[in-house]
């Protein structure tokens, strides 16, 4: 005779913080402090210990490395949608003493689209940058302004062919206003791997929406306190 079978009792599932030496509230101090304001691991571990968290700046580019994605996908489904006019530019920084391209792009309400570091500045790698925003987002622009780069209309000619691509001059003055990597890199002292800086440019855009309102989350917080009541209810979530 069969024996009946055991029945297996639900669990949750496991944080993302198990195994972590430290409690969630620390590390996810760390990752902010990092991606909002001008700091570098160093400083991060020094204002740690000064909160008496012995922790070495290691950790916390590995905590960063880790913990920026779970917490900007956790927040997804809370963004509000983009606008339909979206401006796009490249700036550049240095990846290993190689400078690499970064595309960018905002809609008209200022709502960083999506970012893009890329070895190349051409029309393979403007094709990668919208395929990701579009697959991403699911929303088709119905203008694009960009510089006038050649490159360019081809692309949007076979992604988005129903949108008006703008290209006269000053047209994209709101996104060349926006850019703020130099300035937020500046103290990093240089990145070291291409997906490093990826995480890092997608991280700044994450929380440069989020100090600008784009996600419904902590809205009736005040401004000030906005990013740091998200990242404590997002590190909930993951």
Not at 94 to 106: F, I, M, P
Not at 115 to 121: I, K, Q
Request: glycine letters at 4%; one cysteine or more.
């Amino acid at each position: 005779m069969k024996s009946p079978s055991r029945v297996r009792s639900w669990s949750p599932p496991a944080s993302a913080f198990t195994g972590f030496r430290f409690p969630p509230e620390v590390i996810v101090l760390a990752v902010r402090w990092y991606l909002r304001f001008n700091l570098s691991y160093r400083d991060v571990e020094e204002l740690l210990v000064e909160r008496g968290v012995e922790v070495d700046h290691v950790t916390v580019y590995r905590w960063v490395q880790r913990f920026t994605p779970l917490l900007a996908d956790a927040a997804r489904f809370a963004r509000h949608c983009p606008g339909d006019r979206w401006f796009v530019d490249e700036t550049y920084v240095k990846v290993n003493g190689v400078w690499r391209y970064v595309y960018r792009a905002v809609d008209q309400h200022g709502q960083v689209i999506d970012v893009l570091v890329s070895a190349h500045r051409d029309a393979a790698a403007a094709r990668r940058f919208f395929r990701r925003a579009l697959t991403t987002l699911k929303v088709m622009p119905t203008e694009v302004v960009t510089d006038a780069k050649p490159v360019y209309p081809r692309v949007l000619d076979d992604l988005v062919p129903p949108a008006w691509h703008h290209v006269e001059r000053h047209a994209n003055n709101p996104i060349e206003a926006d850019h703020q990597l130099k300035h937020r890199l500046r103290p990093m002292r240089g990145l070291r791997t291409d997906r490093t800086a990826q995480m890092i440019v997608t991280g700044h855009a994450f929380v440069q929406n989020l100090r600008r309102g784009h996600y419904e989350l902590a809205t009736d917080v005040p401004p000030a306190l906005r990013v740091a009541a998200v990242f404590t209810e997002l590190a909930r979530a993951i």
